[in-house]
């Protein structure tokens, strides 16, 4: 019999679920990436997506829409010039500002990539029986936290404990 303590607590350990997830999901596409010799992280299908979509834009334009912190996109960035896929550029009137576009490189591997993400987005609707009501629920509780962070929801609930 296995023993899941994460599952077993509930909502008390959400995060963690939800991160073993994505963790088990990063995990099996950088499996496929490797098993068909594609030399791309999971975590860069968003930044191709966005710069194929956008075009030139800088570290700040990928980093907002994404949601992620200024040094976590520099580091994407960083690793997906040295592999090749990024162009890195000055801006012409702001030259302390770096613009970012897809490399020849990747332009010749959108149309691979392309069905890759297809075939993910596939295997997730059917992991998913269809159902898209999680996203509804993940909507608010993004909004939620949007509008008060968690660190502030915890630390009332901590406080009213003392």
Known sequence: MD????KELGYKAFDSRLKRISDRMSHDVRKFY??????????WYLVFMLLQKRGEISITDIAEPLGYSHPSVVVIVKKMTEKGYLLI????????????S??????????????????????????LSEDLSIFSYLDTIDQELK????????????????
């Open 147 to 162: 509008d008060n962070p968690f660190h502030n929801r915890f630390k009332q609930e901590y406080l009213k404990s003392l």
């Open 34 to 43: 490797k098993e068909f010799g594609i030399d791309v992280e999971p975590n």
């Open 102 to 127: 897809l490399s020849p490189k990747a332009i010749e591997m959108l149309p691979q990539l392309e069905k890759i993400w297809d075939s993910c987005e596939k295997a997730i609707l059917k992991l």
């Open 3 to 6: 023993f899941d303590f994460i």
């Open 89 to 100: 550029t000055k801006d012409s009137i702001d030259k302390r500002k770096q613009m970012i």
